[in-house]
């Protein structure tokens, strides 16, 4: 915090005295009035719907919350005729203390219609990918539909749409 308001260091000496302060004893109501206030209220991966003109959040299975997500996919990735998705995340840039964001390899949820997503792991799906997944897409190389995966500091991961189980 004294990296982003420099002025709390002459005001606090000590980092053990933060342990006391509150926002209100932190801040003068003076600064607190002019400060620009954020609010977070939803902080699952979820799906969209478009339900005519209104929409509806949905929060995907808990799978597709362990770690943040860069990729995301949906199609017929296991040609059973019903949309699947497909998340792909994971991030290493972050301060040693809080440690890599890595415990995604990859998220295969296969659509059963009617909003419903069942997860399938990266063994049962054969899509098992590590590292830093930065996009994703599905493209037609020789009249035959493939997942690409672009990984930060890595090789493009290609998977072949018919062999995803």
Not at 91 to 102: E, I, S, T
Not at 115 to 131: A, D, I, L, T, W
Request: glycine share 8%.
């Amino acid at each position: 915090m004294t990296a982003q308001l420099p002025i709390l260091k002459k005001q606090i000496l000590r980092y053990e005295y933060y342990s006391t302060k509150t926002y209100d004893s932190l801040f003068s109501p003076d600064v607190r009035s002019k400060a620009l206030r954020y609010e977070t209220n939803y902080l699952q991966s979820a799906i969209l719907w478009n339900n005519g003109g209104s929409f509806e959040l949905q929060a995907l299975p808990v799978q597709a919350q362990f770690s943040p997500v860069f990729g995301i996919v949906a199609d017929d990735l296991d040609a059973d005729g019903k949309i699947d998705l497909w998340l792909g995340g994971n991030f290493y840039a972050v301060k040693p203390q809080v440690g890599r964001l890595n415990a995604s390899k990859g998220v295969f949820l296969r659509g059963n219609g009617g909003k419903s997503f069942s997860y399938v792991s990266p063994h049962q799906s054969g899509m098992r990918v590590e590292g830093e997944v930065r996009d994703a897409c599905v493209i037609d190389i020789k009249g035959s539909r493939h997942l690409v995966v672009a990984r930060n500091n890595a090789s493009v991961l290609i998977f072949e749409k018919n062999k995803i189980k």
